[in-house]
Protein backbone atom coordinates (compact mmCIF):
# COMPACT_ATOMS: atom_id res chain seq x y z
CA UNK A 1 0.00 0.00 0.00
CA UNK A 2 1.25 3.87 -1.02
CA UNK A 3 1.77 5.55 2.47
CA UNK A 4 0.92 9.02 2.86
CA UNK A 5 2.51 11.07 5.32
CA UNK A 6 1.35 14.43 5.97
CA UNK A 7 3.48 17.42 8.08
CA UNK A 8 2.39 19.23 10.61
CA UNK A 9 -0.24 17.76 12.58
CA UNK A 10 -1.08 20.58 13.74
CA UNK A 11 -1.31 24.17 12.65
CA UNK A 12 -2.17 27.30 14.40
CA UNK A 13 -2.72 30.33 12.11
CA UNK A 14 -3.75 34.27 12.29
CA UNK A 15 -6.32 35.27 9.98
CA UNK A 16 -4.72 36.50 7.10
CA UNK A 17 -1.61 35.10 7.51
CA UNK A 18 -0.32 31.85 5.41
CA UNK A 19 -0.42 27.84 5.67
CA UNK A 20 1.16 25.30 4.01
CA UNK A 21 0.71 21.67 4.48
CA UNK A 22 3.36 19.22 3.12
CA UNK A 23 2.46 15.33 1.80
CA UNK A 24 4.34 12.61 1.09
CA UNK A 25 3.84 9.40 -0.48
CA UNK A 26 5.85 6.22 0.00
CA UNK A 27 5.32 5.77 -4.03
CA UNK A 28 5.10 8.65 -6.91
CA UNK A 29 1.87 9.35 -7.94
CA UNK A 30 2.27 9.61 -11.77
CA UNK A 31 0.26 7.94 -13.67
CA UNK A 32 0.82 6.60 -17.54
CA UNK A 33 -1.28 9.22 -18.70
CA UNK A 34 1.13 11.81 -17.49
CA UNK A 35 -1.67 12.68 -14.85
CA UNK A 36 -0.33 12.83 -11.06
CA UNK A 37 -3.34 11.07 -8.56
CA UNK A 38 -3.10 13.74 -5.28
CA UNK A 39 -6.18 15.16 -3.93
CA UNK A 40 -6.48 17.80 -0.99
CA UNK A 41 -9.79 17.42 0.81
CA UNK A 42 -10.82 19.47 3.81
CA UNK A 43 -13.07 18.19 6.42
CA UNK A 44 -14.82 20.96 8.05
CA UNK A 45 -15.75 19.91 11.92
CA UNK A 46 -19.02 17.54 11.59
CA UNK A 47 -19.24 17.57 8.44
CA UNK A 48 -17.97 15.03 5.42
CA UNK A 49 -14.77 15.72 3.71
CA UNK A 50 -15.07 18.45 0.63
CA UNK A 51 -13.06 17.94 -2.21
CA UNK A 52 -10.66 21.18 -2.28
CA UNK A 53 -7.63 20.36 -5.19
CA UNK A 54 -7.71 17.36 -7.95
CA UNK A 55 -4.49 15.77 -9.32
CA UNK A 56 -2.30 18.12 -7.61
CA UNK A 57 -2.99 21.75 -8.58
CA UNK A 58 -6.45 21.84 -10.04
CA UNK A 59 -9.11 23.85 -7.60
CA UNK A 60 -12.41 22.19 -7.13
CA UNK A 61 -15.33 24.13 -8.59
CA UNK A 62 -16.50 26.38 -6.11
CA UNK A 63 -12.58 26.47 -3.92
CA UNK A 64 -11.52 29.58 -3.23
CA UNK A 65 -8.13 30.69 -4.90
CA UNK A 66 -6.97 31.28 -1.94
CA UNK A 67 -5.96 27.44 -2.03
CA UNK A 68 -3.10 26.57 -4.31
CA UNK A 69 -1.77 23.18 -4.97
CA UNK A 70 1.52 22.20 -6.14
CA UNK A 71 4.41 19.15 -6.27
CA UNK A 72 5.28 16.32 -8.79
CA UNK A 73 6.56 12.61 -7.78
CA UNK A 74 6.05 11.88 -4.40
CA UNK A 75 5.85 15.30 -2.39
CA UNK A 76 3.43 17.88 -2.56
CA UNK A 77 1.85 21.00 -1.03
CA UNK A 78 -1.41 22.58 0.05
CA UNK A 79 -0.81 26.25 0.74
CA UNK A 80 -3.82 28.90 1.87
CA UNK A 81 -2.55 32.11 0.94
CA UNK A 82 -4.59 34.11 2.93
CA UNK A 83 -6.34 31.66 6.27
CA UNK A 84 -10.09 32.89 7.14
CA UNK A 85 -11.74 31.47 9.99
CA UNK A 86 -13.81 29.53 7.53
CA UNK A 87 -11.02 27.33 6.70
CA UNK A 88 -10.64 25.32 10.18
CA UNK A 89 -10.47 21.80 10.25
CA UNK A 90 -8.61 18.78 9.09
CA UNK A 91 -7.19 19.03 5.87
CA UNK A 92 -6.31 15.54 4.00
CA UNK A 93 -4.15 14.19 0.86
CA UNK A 94 -5.07 11.39 -0.44
CA UNK A 95 -3.80 9.15 -3.38
CA UNK A 96 -5.97 7.69 -6.09
CA UNK A 97 -3.13 5.96 -7.99
CA UNK A 98 -2.92 2.86 -6.69
CA UNK A 99 -5.78 0.57 -4.80
CA UNK A 100 -6.19 0.65 -2.13
CA UNK A 101 -6.94 4.70 -1.88
CA UNK A 102 -4.71 5.93 1.17
CA UNK A 103 -4.92 9.25 3.04
CA UNK A 104 -2.50 10.99 4.72
CA UNK A 105 -3.01 11.15 8.88
CA UNK A 106 -4.42 14.76 8.32
CA UNK A 107 -3.50 18.15 9.60
CA UNK A 108 -5.89 19.91 12.13
CA UNK A 109 -5.77 23.84 11.13
CA UNK A 110 -7.04 26.24 14.16
CA UNK A 111 -7.09 29.89 14.50
CA UNK A 112 -5.41 31.81 16.73
CA UNK B 1 -29.32 19.10 -6.69
CA UNK B 2 -26.96 16.28 -6.45
CA UNK B 3 -27.05 14.83 -3.21
CA UNK B 4 -25.97 11.46 -1.64
CA UNK B 5 -28.07 9.73 1.84
CA UNK B 6 -26.17 7.09 3.48
CA UNK B 7 -29.08 5.36 6.08
CA UNK B 8 -28.82 1.85 7.96
CA UNK B 9 -26.54 2.84 10.85
CA UNK B 10 -26.91 1.35 14.14
CA UNK B 11 -25.81 -0.81 17.05
CA UNK B 12 -24.67 -3.95 16.02
CA UNK B 13 -23.46 -6.61 18.08
CA UNK B 14 -19.79 -8.39 16.95
CA UNK B 15 -20.26 -11.25 14.65
CA UNK B 16 -23.94 -9.34 13.83
CA UNK B 17 -24.42 -8.19 10.10
CA UNK B 18 -25.69 -5.23 8.83
CA UNK B 19 -26.80 -3.48 5.71
CA UNK B 20 -26.23 0.48 4.24
CA UNK B 21 -27.75 2.13 2.01
CA UNK B 22 -26.59 5.58 -0.13
CA UNK B 23 -29.78 6.61 -2.03
CA UNK B 24 -28.56 9.12 -4.71
CA UNK B 25 -30.17 11.63 -6.99
CA UNK B 26 -29.70 14.47 -9.02
CA UNK B 27 -27.51 12.76 -11.17
CA UNK B 28 -27.29 9.70 -13.81
CA UNK B 29 -26.44 7.09 -11.06
CA UNK B 30 -25.69 4.20 -13.27
CA UNK B 31 -23.17 5.99 -15.27
CA UNK B 32 -20.71 6.26 -11.84
CA UNK B 33 -18.43 4.10 -9.83
CA UNK B 34 -19.79 4.32 -6.08
CA UNK B 35 -17.31 4.54 -2.99
CA UNK B 36 -17.50 3.82 0.60
CA UNK B 37 -15.13 5.23 3.31
CA UNK B 38 -15.30 5.11 6.65
CA UNK B 39 -13.89 7.50 9.57
CA UNK B 40 -13.54 5.74 12.80
CA UNK B 41 -14.10 7.95 16.29
CA UNK B 42 -11.39 10.59 16.33
CA UNK B 43 -9.40 8.79 13.30
CA UNK B 44 -8.81 9.70 9.30
CA UNK B 45 -10.76 8.95 6.91
CA UNK B 46 -10.03 5.61 5.47
CA UNK B 47 -11.62 4.30 2.29
CA UNK B 48 -13.70 0.92 2.27
CA UNK B 49 -14.07 0.03 -1.84
CA UNK B 50 -16.09 0.64 -4.05
CA UNK B 51 -18.12 -0.65 -7.07
CA UNK B 52 -17.91 0.31 -11.30
CA UNK B 53 -20.50 1.07 -12.92
CA UNK B 54 -22.32 -1.41 -15.05
CA UNK B 55 -20.43 0.15 -18.25
CA UNK B 56 -17.49 -0.85 -16.43
CA UNK B 57 -18.67 -4.63 -15.34
CA UNK B 58 -19.97 -3.84 -11.85
CA UNK B 59 -16.62 -4.98 -10.75
CA UNK B 60 -15.80 -4.11 -7.31
CA UNK B 61 -12.47 -3.19 -4.89
CA UNK B 62 -12.22 -3.92 -1.00
CA UNK B 63 -9.81 -2.50 1.66
CA UNK B 64 -8.07 -5.32 2.76
CA UNK B 65 -9.44 -5.01 6.39
CA UNK B 66 -12.76 -5.54 5.33
CA UNK B 67 -12.67 -7.96 1.70
CA UNK B 68 -14.27 -10.79 2.52
CA UNK B 69 -16.30 -9.68 5.03
CA UNK B 70 -18.01 -6.55 3.05
CA UNK B 71 -20.16 -6.44 -0.40
CA UNK B 72 -20.62 -3.60 -2.30
CA UNK B 73 -23.97 -3.67 -4.44
CA UNK B 74 -26.10 -1.45 -6.58
CA UNK B 75 -29.27 -1.43 -7.32
CA UNK B 76 -29.45 1.53 -10.30
CA UNK B 77 -33.16 1.31 -11.08
CA UNK B 78 -33.76 2.31 -7.61
CA UNK B 79 -30.54 4.28 -7.22
CA UNK B 80 -29.14 3.11 -4.44
CA UNK B 81 -25.93 1.59 -3.38
CA UNK B 82 -25.51 -1.18 -0.96
CA UNK B 83 -22.79 -1.59 2.07
CA UNK B 84 -23.28 -5.19 3.30
CA UNK B 85 -21.49 -5.58 6.49
CA UNK B 86 -20.94 -9.56 7.80
CA UNK B 87 -19.09 -10.51 11.09
CA UNK B 88 -18.52 -7.43 12.01
CA UNK B 89 -16.06 -6.12 14.78
CA UNK B 90 -15.47 -3.64 17.49
CA UNK B 91 -12.84 -1.76 15.00
CA UNK B 92 -15.53 -1.65 12.40
CA UNK B 93 -16.87 1.04 14.69
CA UNK B 94 -17.27 4.26 12.36
CA UNK B 95 -19.55 6.72 11.20
CA UNK B 96 -19.38 5.33 7.07
CA UNK B 97 -20.01 7.87 4.06
CA UNK B 98 -20.61 6.72 0.72
CA UNK B 99 -19.19 9.09 -2.20
CA UNK B 100 -19.45 9.60 -5.88
CA UNK B 101 -16.59 11.37 -7.73
CA UNK B 102 -15.81 12.22 -11.41
CA UNK B 103 -14.48 15.21 -12.84
CA UNK B 104 -16.19 18.06 -12.27
CA UNK B 105 -18.47 16.26 -9.47
CA UNK B 106 -17.17 15.32 -6.06
CA UNK B 107 -20.02 14.52 -3.42
CA UNK B 108 -20.55 12.71 -0.09
CA UNK B 109 -23.00 12.35 2.16
CA UNK B 110 -23.48 13.14 5.36
CA UNK B 111 -22.81 9.76 6.97
CA UNK B 112 -24.19 6.69 8.92
CA UNK B 113 -23.08 6.43 12.58
CA UNK B 114 -22.21 2.15 12.87
CA UNK B 115 -21.48 1.08 16.39
CA UNK B 116 -20.14 -2.60 16.85
CA UNK B 117 -20.11 -3.08 20.73
CA UNK B 118 -21.68 -6.40 22.91
Known amino acids: DIVMTQTPLSLSVTPGQPASISCKSSQSLLDSDGKTSLYWYLQKPGQPPQLLIYEVSNRFSGVPDRFSGSGSGTDFTLKISRVEAEDVGVYYC?????????FGGGTKVEIK | EVQLVESGGGLVKPGRSLRLSCTAS????????MSWFRQAPGKGLEWVGF??????????DYAASVKGRFTISRDDSKNIAYLQMNSLKTEDTAVFYC?????????WGQGTTVTVSS
Open chain 1, 94 to 102: MQAIHLPLT
Open chain 2, 99 to 107: NVYHYGMDV
Open chain 2, 51 to 60: IRSKAYGETR
Open chain 2, 26 to 33: GFIFGDYA
